[in-house]
């Protein structure tokens, strides 16, 4: 097995999203600090929905490579390699078609100041986008989680940075935004290929087996294109109801606060190769509640920085940033409250409860779209903050309902040391107490007390170490 596996999934996803992001942040900084909030909004904005479009032409053939995977072993390298290849074809054809029609997606989805040249040009990064991401099913199929973290959690933005810097040193346009992109997408398919050097060989793909997994494959992309939206659908009604400059803001926002989320998401993505012995071996449900006990007690460190120095993780960014704080708190506590109550949806998508996702995450959509339509008007990235909250948290609501009257399964309870909340408020109590007025001494107080926390915290759960 490679070294890298044999730590922890938690830790290992956790701590390289955390490097990861510091990376990411840095690069952020650099850009919003360098481009006008105006140029760096539309960039966002035409790349929130480019993501979208992304999930949408995979059809769930990512997240089929790991469902088919775990339900017919003998043939894991042919299930990767034709679902990968199957998932390729959609997304080159997708491509051309949204470069036909992008006059009328234009006119239809986005502002009147989103440049139709703009749009066209990010359209390749679609099948780099997609191809990747097939790539990274294949990897945590053969078993390579950490493998997939350090890959797209910590690689992936290290070598985004160097890429935005050189470019923006020739051209301080959108172009150059787009190119640094495509140009680092090419190297990290490159490096997950490597890993999966069978997906070069293409004599024994059976393209007549096109549509042999298509039915359920399609079932679980649809899912997913619905949680991309219920992420997404707020940053693209944003720059629809307001402009770029509150997308640019609110897309930081949504980004700093989904720090919060590192831990979970570590969870999600190295449980998903189990969520079928989860339902049914008792050993694999107790570490998954530990992993998530563990899960919430590192993502309340996050939390408790984020409400202590919001106005001032902000104002890193720009001045003009400072407004999304209220927006940033929101969505942050939104996202601990997702956290705690586990993974339900997953759960269902894995064990062939697809259909009951899809009603679940629809409505949640519904809600979300509605929520939106009549929130961003009155509160702005506000609103549109609680719209995510409270559409999310909904289905997180439902799927558990379903997973403990269908599977008989209930992972919420004990889930969190009584200590590891009251350290958090007495902390945070004594944040709001101090009131530091100085930006600098504000952020590096809220930096040691955060550190302060997730020391306690790990003396206080002796078996940290132990959890995979």
């Given at each position: 097995?490679?070294?890298?596996?044999?730590?922890?999934?938690?830790?290992?996803?956790?701590?390289?999203?955390?490097?990861?992001?510091?990376?990411?942040?840095?690069?952020?900084?650099?850009?919003?600090?360098?481009?006008?909030?105006?140029?760096?909004?539309?960039?966002?904005?035409?790349?929130?929905?480019?993501?979208?479009?992304?999930?949408?032409?995979?059809?769930?053939?990512?997240?089929?490579?790991?469902?088919?995977?775990?339900h017919e072993e003998n043939n894991k390298n042919i299930i990767i390699k034709e679902e990968t290849y199957f998932g390729l074809i959609f997304l080159l054809g997708g491509t051309i078609l949204m470069y036909l029609?992008?006059?009328?997606?234009?006119?239809?989805?986005?502002?009147?100041?989103?440049?139709?040249?703009?749009?066209?040009?990010?359209?390749?990064?679609?099948?780099?986008?997609?191809?990747?991401?097939?790539?990274?099913?294949?990897?945590?199929?053969?078993?390579?989680?950490?493998?997939?973290?350090?890959?797209?959690?910590?690689?992936?933005?290290?070598?985004?940075?160097?890429?935005?810097?050189?470019?923006?040193?020739?051209?301080?346009?959108?172009?150059?935004?787009?190119?640094?992109?495509?140009?680092?997408?090419?190297?990290?398919i490159f490096l997950a290929i490597k890993k999966l050097p069978f997906l070069l060989n293409t004599k024994d793909v059976n393209f007549r087996d096109f549509f042999k997994r298509f039915k359920y494959s399609i079932q679980l992309g649809f899912n997913t294109i619905i949680v991309v939206l219920l992420t997404k659908i707020d940053v693209i009604m944003v720059?629809?109801?307001?402009?770029?400059?509150?997308?640019?803001?609110?897309?930081?926002?949504?980004?700093?606060?989904?720090?919060?989320?590192?831990?979970?998401?570590?969870?999600?993505?190295?449980?998903?190769?189990?969520?079928?012995?989860?339902?049914?071996?008792?050993?694999?449900?107790?570490?998954?509640?530990?992993?998530?006990?563990?899960?919430?007690?590192?993502?309340?460190?996050?939390?408790?920085?984020?409400?202590?120095?919001?106005?001032?993780?902000?104002?890193?960014?720009?001045?003009?940033?400072?407004?999304?704080?209220?927006?940033?708190?929101?969505?942050?506590?939104?996202?601990?409250?997702?956290?705690?109550?586990?993974?339900?949806?997953?759960?269902?998508?894995?064990?062939?409860?697809?259909?009951?996702?899809?009603?679940?995450?629809?409505?949640?959509?519904?809600?979300?779209?509605?929520?939106?339509?009549?929130?961003?008007?009155?509160?702005?990235?506000?609103?549109?903050?609680?719209?995510?909250?409270?559409?999310?948290?909904?289905?997180?609501?439902?799927?558990?309902?379903?997973?403990?009257?269908?599977?008989?399964?209930?992972?919420?309870?004990?889930?969190?040391?009584?200590?590891?909340?009251?350290?958090?408020?007495?902390?945070?109590?004594?944040?709001?107490?101090?009131?530091?007025?100085?930006?600098?001494?504000?952020?590096?107080?809220?930096?040691?007390?955060?550190?302060?926390?997730?020391?306690?915290?790990?003396?206080?759960?002796?078996?940290?170490?132990?959890?995979?």
């Amino acid at each position: 097995m490679n070294k890298i596996e044999k730590y922890n999934h938690i830790l290992t996803g956790f701590g390289s999203n955390i490097i990861g992001n510091g990376l990411m942040f840095g690069t952020t900084i650099y850009l919003t600090r360098t481009y006008q909030p105006e140029v760096y909004g539309e960039f966002r904005f035409i790349f929130s929905f480019i993501a979208l479009l992304v999930m949408v032409l995979l059809l769930g053939r990512d997240s089929g490579i790991i469902y088919f995977v775990q339900h017919e072993e003998n043939n894991k390298n042919i299930i990767i390699k034709e679902e990968t290849y199957f998932g390729l074809i959609f997304l080159l054809g997708g491509t051309i078609l949204m470069y036909l029609f992008s006059d009328y997606i234009i006119k239809l989805f986005f502002n009147k100041n989103t440049s139709l040249k703009y749009f066209q040009y990010s359209l390749v990064m679609i099948p780099l986008w997609g191809l990747f991401n097939l790539a990274l099913a294949g990897l945590k199929s053969k078993g390579l989680i950490n493998y997939t973290f350090v890959l797209s959690n910590l690689t992936q933005r290290a070598i985004r940075l160097p890429f935005f810097i050189v470019l923006t040193i020739f051209s301080m346009s959108y172009y150059s935004l787009v190119l640094a992109m495509i140009l680092s997408q090419i190297v990290l398919i490159f490096l997950a290929i490597k890993k999966l050097p069978f997906l070069l060989n293409t004599k024994d793909v059976n393209f007549r087996d096109f549509f042999k997994r298509f039915k359920y494959s399609i079932q679980l992309g649809f899912n997913t294109i619905i949680v991309v939206l219920l992420t997404k659908i707020d940053v693209i009604m944003v720059g629809k109801y307001t402009d770029n400059t509150q997308v640019a803001i609110y897309d930081t926002c949504v980004m700093l606060a989904f720090v919060v989320m590192l831990p979970f998401v570590a969870l999600v993505k190295s449980s998903e190769p189990l969520m079928k012995a989860l339902t049914t071996i008792k050993e694999v449900q107790e570490k998954y509640k530990r992993n998530l006990k563990l899960s919430i007690e590192l993502s309340l460190g996050v939390l408790l920085f984020f409400v202590i120095a919001s106005k001032d993780i902000l104002y890193i960014f720009g001045e003009t940033y400072i407004n999304g704080s209220d927006a940033l708190i929101v969505l942050s506590v939104s996202y601990m409250l997702l956290i705690v109550l586990g993974t339900p949806i997953e759960v269902l998508n894995m064990n062939g409860f697809a259909k009951a996702s899809t009603i679940i995450l629809f409505i949640s959509i519904i809600i979300n779209i509605l929520l939106n339509i009549y929130l961003i008007p009155i509160y702005g990235i506000v609103g549109a903050s609680f719209a995510t909250g409270i559409s999310l948290l909904l289905s997180k609501i439902i799927g558990l309902f379903l997973i403990k009257t269908k599977l008989n399964i209930d992972f919420i309870y004990k889930l969190v040391n009584v200590k590891a909340y009251a350290i958090f408020v007495v902390l945070l109590s004594f944040g709001f107490a101090l009131n530091i007025h100085n930006w600098i001494y504000n952020l590096l107080f809220g930096i040691a007390i955060t550190i302060f926390y997730f020391l306690v915290a790990i003396l206080l759960n002796k078996k940290l170490k132990v959890i995979k």
